[in-house]
């Protein structure tokens, strides 16, 4: 079966830096996205890997093991405004995104 | 407009009535896309639409259809309301097939 993983709720302090952890397995691989999601709101894109390694982008940045079926966001200086869930989807044989559930990142002064 | 729009908004509907959720995009993008979205599980695909005129089936299809007669629009029907169908329903397009999905804003539904 598909499965995307990763926590539920993770708790850091304005001005840290952390890491949310994703584990898939899909039907083929083509892709792991991650997706910021705002209470209430629709998800946003923040980063596409294909290929295995680090991409970074300002303050956020995303890494890929294919062999190891994981990937991890990693958010570095945190703001208040990043309090939000993030979601972390694969991209399958069929180019169907397989959704995980969100981890819900908790942002404390 | 600009991007990706649904309506309604929001809407409460009496179980076993018909609706239509629609889907507006006006990026020009091939693919579009209905996830419903429920508390404590991932957002699922219900049906996906690759270029106007072909539709396919997602994960979890039962009791929705859908129509894609122009690349713009890509309404979602429940034919006959059940409470299990109250969710938040996202529309969502992409340009191709592996590319990052913009989402719409979102329909709140509860079906009573």
């Known amino acids: 079966g598909q499965n995307i993983d990763q926590p539920t709720e993770m708790t850091a302090t304005e001005g840290a830096i952390v890491q949310i952890n994703c584990t898939y397995q899909t039907s083929g691989f083509n892709g792991l996205f991650w997706y910021q999601q705002h209470a209430g709101e629709a998800p946003t894109f923040l980063s596409y890997?294909?290929l295995d390694g680090l991409e970074e982008k300002g303050r956020f940045s995303s890494f890929l093991s294919r062999s190891k079926g994981y990937s991890y966001l990693l958010l570095k200086e945190l703001q208040m405004k990043d309090s939000a869930s993030y979601l972390c989807a694969g991209l399958d044989s069929n180019y169907q995104l397989i959704w995980g559930a969100g981890t819900k990142l908790i942002i404390k002064p | 407009i600009a991007g990706i729009t649904q309506a309604p908004t929001s809407q409460i509907l009496a179980a076993g009535r018909r609706m239509t959720l629609r889907c507006t995009q006006d990026?020009?993008?091939?693919?579009m896309y209905w996830y419903r979205q429920d508390l404590g599980l991932g957002l699922r695909l219900i049906h996906y639409s690759n270029t106007a005129g072909t539709t396919g089936k997602g994960e979890v299809p039962d009791g929705y259809s859908v129509s894609r007669a122009n690349t713009d629009d890509f309404p979602l029907t429940l034919a006959s309301a059940v409470p299990s169908q109250t969710s938040v329903y996202f529309c969502?397009?992409?340009?191709?097939?592996?590319?990052?999905?913009?989402f719409g804003p979102g329909t709140r539904l509860t079906v009573l």
């Open positions: 990026m020009r993008h091939n693919a």
């Open positions: 969502a397009s992409s340009d191709s097939i592996n590319n990052e999905q913009f």
């Open positions: 890997n294909v």
